[in-house]
């Protein structure tokens, strides 16, 4: 909502992807098919999408899948998802929710294994499941911003929408046609 804190985001994506990047793989059939994916120009456009997702909001999803050889990849919005977890904290899967939020339907739950999705933390801490991201721990700062910003509009709305009121004359002396000319000059 911030055009500031987009702009911070957009800059940490292309800096993290700015250099390039290459990938390496015991298997040579999956570092094949990787690198023949990563050449269509697909690759680079979902990568920075997952990325600037996980930086926006902590969490980035994208789902992985494969069909006739290719690689599918698709960034699902991180508000969507949820990780199972057991009694232990221990990851079991993902869910994603695709139905409305003022009533909750459980059949409108779509459950991913744990190879299904590649899940980006970022600032993670301790033993939570889900990241904050780089714009929680500015969210207060960023409230400030847009105060102050909200306030300067009101001030000088107000300062140029102030009237100039003048009083010429007194009830003893009333002001003649002339004196109330020579005011609105």
Excluded: C
Excluded at 8 to 37: L, T
Excluded at 49 to 60: D, I, P, Q
Excluded at 95 to 120: C, M, R, S, W
């Amino acid at each position: 909502k911030v055009g500031f804190a987009g702009a911070v985001i957009d800059k940490y994506v292309d800096f993290i992807f700015g250099p390039g990047y290459f990938i390496k793989s015991k298997e040579k059939k999956a570092e094949d098919i990787i690198n023949k994916f990563m050449e269509s120009g697909e690759f680079d456009r979902v990568l920075r999408l997952w990325t600037k997702e996980g930086l926006m909001k902590g969490n980035g999803y994208m789902e992985i899948g494969a069909s006739k050889g290719e690689i599918l990849l698709k960034v699902t919005n991180a508000n969507n998802m949820f990780n199972k977890i057991d009694k232990k904290g221990e990851l079991q899967g993902y869910n994603q929710y695709v139905g409305k939020y003022d009533l909750f339907q459980k059949t409108k739950l779509v459950p991913f294994d744990i190879d299904e999705i590649a899940h980006l933390k970022i600032n993670e801490t301790a033993d939570k499941p889900y990241g904050f991201g780089i714009m929680y721990p500015a969210l207060m700062a960023l409230d400030y911003l847009a105060q102050i910003d909200k306030d300067s509009h009101m001030l000088i709305s107000r300062k140029a929408n102030s009237p100039i009121v003048a009083k010429i004359g007194t009830p003893e002396a009333p002001p003649t046609q002339a004196d109330i000319d020579d005011q609105g000059t």
